[in-house]
């Protein structure tokens, strides 16, 4: 196992990563000895039990709650239903919410726990290589709003954040796909090594070798810890994380959520971001080519779905970085540094849109 911290003085928490942890209550440290677990349809059948059972075994009370699968039910209704949940079996402010899901399931659950009493301990059991990476970490929680992804949320960070690397081993391969976007990200807006072990190290990970697999995620969570430790509210350098999804979210709301993955889109949204550097003469075409081809070899799409140029540009306007109406877009100073600008002319944004665009 390998334990990384991110470092937020008396909010500090560990990442666990590691084999077969999701057995290891006793890494599981409860304010009180009861505990909410949220999963969903899928996920609980496969590991509810095996979280659950050495819990009991340790003296904990577990109140279990399932929800339907899917991005188009991180929403109001699924929300109210974790309250309903929560009041009915007499949770209090100080049982621990355990999220045992990929990002769905952290994102929503986490919000509860932000908002349940006006806010009670989290912790994510992430089991999706996008949610072990990305989503687990750095305590953004959300549900969406038919206009726009994550439009209401709640900054509220875990209190720990355990990793099973074998949980990944029953992910659908669309899915581990999905979530390589997200660890490709990493690489192109800080890490230029670790883009460069990607691309060495890319089919060991697209076969699930354990020990690739879990540096692809330590490397992965170590990026993100420095950068939430920095600009935890995102005030500045945290926007960097959203590297594709101001093209990503509108593609996502725009055909409709659950349609393409989260990490689909992001990997669209990415080469839109690059189309767009290469265009402002801040990469060049090889560089923008090397790009696509790795999302390429990822088996992520690098063309986004019919949608209007117009509709990106509506949709885009939710985004949570415009700013005095003025849209900021993460892109690629050069590969493994992003800055976020308000640089590129409209025209310019719309060519990169029309030019990833499969019939826009
Ligand atoms: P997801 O939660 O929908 O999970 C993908 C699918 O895999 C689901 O059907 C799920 O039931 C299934 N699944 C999960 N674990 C499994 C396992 N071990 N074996 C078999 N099936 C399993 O999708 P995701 O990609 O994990 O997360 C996407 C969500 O995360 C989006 O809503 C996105 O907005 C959010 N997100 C949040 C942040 C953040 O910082 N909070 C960052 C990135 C993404
Ligand atoms: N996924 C973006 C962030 O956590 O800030």
Redesign the pocket.
Known sequence: METLTVALGDRSYPIHVGRGLIESAELLVLRQPKAAIVS????AP??LQRLADPLRRAGVEVVEMVLP???RF?DWRTLNSIFDGLLERRCERSTTLIAL???????IT?FAAACFQRGMPFIQV??????QV?????????I?HPLG??MI?AFHQPQLVLADTD??????DR?LR??LA?VIKYGLIRDLPFLEWLEANLESLLSREPTVLAEAICRSCRN?AEVVVADERETGERAL?NLG?TFG?AI?TGVG??EW???EA?AVGSMMAAELSSQLGWIDRDELLRVEQLFRRAGLPVYGPALKVERYLELMQHDKKVQDGKLRLVLLQQLGKAVLSDAAPPAEIRRAIGARSAHA
């Open positions: 969903n349809t899928t996920v496969l590991y699968d899917g991005e991180k899901g990929g990002g769905v399931v952290g994102d986490g992430p089991t999706t290589l996008l949610a990305d989503s687990s970490v750095g305590g953004k929680t959300a969406n992804k994550n949320g949980t990944l081993n029953t992910l659908p899915e999905a979530g997200e993100k994380l999804h979210h996502e959520y659950g993955l989260h990490g992001i």
